[in-house]
């Protein structure tokens, strides 16, 4: 993982490099209807992506941005460093060096994927995008998906908060502009409220497990072991004690600046829950409200969010 955190602070620090140098309309760009930032995605990545050949061992984390998916990479990060420490005759001919890739699936170069093809299983990826936009190789051979929900309403306080402090996303005058933006489609990686929508195609595939950031929260080490569990990773107690702790919002803050460089408080705000309270309008709520109902109200992941818990005042 110190390789991939590496280049993972090497694309942040080079992306807002670059986003200093650019108005705020170029910042976003087009693909298939959806908005992306364009400090760290391309169209040159989506073409090579497509022809992208996932493994049936494959470990997919699938999240919208800003539903705790730095928080359950680096959970499945250790799970995955203890699996390769139990696993016998870890020899391999692929030079140390190409071991570690940047693993968000739409973010880096064109060609990361054939870099990528030459890592040894269990390969660990993650991604923000709808699944119609993933390579269909990932649905044919069954990789294995964890897909992490969030309440729509502590996405947006989250994400608002997020673009205001990063140069390479669009930052807003009033929570108020933000939130007529999240509303209207305007966001990277695209509605959130589609997003619910489209995974809930696939949340009763067998190769599909459903985690909400909520219920994480509620009890970390059960999350943990299910988690673990679904990969087919098997822990000691003391092991899933430390992956527990390691993952705790106060201890991956405190490493935030080694994992995330300068922008690692960015990263790590408050890792709560029912932070949107404190900026929520009442209009503003019936608009959520209105939105939940109509896209994924009855549904899988509808039922999963507990909307009436922790979207009510």
């Not at 699944?131 to 994400?159: Q, W």
């Amino acid at each position: 993982m110190e390789k991939s955190r590496k280049k993972f602070t090497d694309i942040l620090d080079k992306a807002v490099a670059t986003a200093n140098t650019m108005q705020c309309d170029e910042l976003l760009f087009s693909y298939k209807g959806i908005l992306y930032p364009a400090t760290f995605c391309s169209l040159e990545v989506f073409r090579a992506m497509e022809s992208f050949e996932a493994r049936s061992d494959d470990i997919i984390l699938a999240g919208y941005p800003k539903s705790g998916t730095n928080w359950v990479g680096q959970i499945l990060s250790d799970l995955v460093a203890i699996f390769e420490k139990k696993m016998k005759n870890k020899e391999s001919s692929v030079n140390d060096d190409e071991l570690e890739e940047f693993p968000y699936f739409e973010i880096g170069d064109a060609r990361k994927y054939e870099r990528m093809n030459k890592l040894p299983s269990p390969r660990l990826m993650f991604t923000h995008l709808l699944p119609e936009i993933l390579p269909t190789s990932v649905f044919k051979n069954k990789a294995k998906i964890l897909l992490l929900i969030r309440n729509p309403k502590d996405v947006a306080t989250s994400f608002y908060h997020f673009s205001n402090a990063i140069s390479p996303f669009p930052s807003y005058d009033t929570w108020d502009d933000f939130f007529a933006a999240f509303m209207t489609k305007k966001m990277p990686w695209g509605c959130y409220f589609e997003y619910l929508s489209a995974w809930n195609k696939y949340a009763a595939a067998e190769n599909v497990m459903v985690l909400s950031y909520e219920e994480l929260k509620e009890n970390p080490v059960q999350g943990v072991k299910n988690i673990a569990d679904f990969f087919g990773i098997c822990l000691t107690e003391k092991e899933l004690q430390s992956v527990v702790e390691r993952s705790s919002f106060q201890s991956m803050k405190k490493n935030s600046q080694k994992t995330h460089g300068a922008l690692g408080n960015v990263f790590f705000r408050k890792g709560g829950v029912s932070d949107w309270k404190n900026l929520f309008s009442e209009d503003q709520n019936e608009k959520m409200d209105k939105a939940f109902d109509k896209h994924i109200r009855g549904t899988k992941l509808g039922t999963k969010l507990k909307y009436e818990i922790y979207c009510k005042v």
